[in-house]
């Protein structure tokens, strides 16, 4: 199955945080043929590990360490560029959802899991809110399903 992942699930695979043994579980099962990304979480997952720094949860070695090995992942994720249609629909859903408090950024990644809808098997984020509106839009999720 192919799955997409948001930043912070994403980030989960890298750093051991609450759920990462949730995240972890679905690649041992070894039913994952396929990982999307969007394009947005190669600058998303840079920012979450310098944040780690600034925050003190982890040394500026363990963050190049993890940025190194995210890069030499890369090559086994399914990028999806933040193209003109991505933003159209990203708009859209800030006039939708926007009052509920979707913001910029998880309006891409709520984008991308729409484009994706027929591609992927679960859309996962460990991001509560972002998960109400993949739910809102009837997005088959992981975390929020077990």
Do not use: C, N
């Not at 944040?51 to 360490?65: F, G, N, Q």
């Not at 193209?83 to 913001?103: E, M, N, T």
């Not at 709520?110 to 997005?139: G, H, M, N, P």
């Amino acid at each position: 199955m192919k799955i997409f992942l948001d930043t912070s699930s994403l980030f989960k695979l890298y750093h051991r945080e609450a759920d990462s043994s949730v995240i972890s579980h679905i690649f041992t099962s070894g039913k994952v043929s396929g990982i999307f990304l969007s394009e947005l979480a190669k600058i998303e997952f840079e920012s979450t590990v310098w944040k780690k720094v600034r925050t003190k949860e982890i040394s500026e070695l363990d963050a190049k360490t993890i940025l190194q090995h995210f890069d030499h992942d890369s090559s086994k994720y399914s990028f999806v560029p933040v193209d003109s249609l991505i933003i159209r629909q990203s708009r859209s859903l800030i006039a939708k959802y926007g009052v509920d408090g979707l913001r910029t950024l998880d309006s891409i990644q709520l984008a991308t899991s729409i484009i994706l809808k027929d591609k992927s098997s679960f859309f996962i984020t460990t991001d509560k809110l972002l998960d109400s509106f993949f739910k809102r839009e009837s997005l088959p999720t992981y975390i929020g399903s077990t």
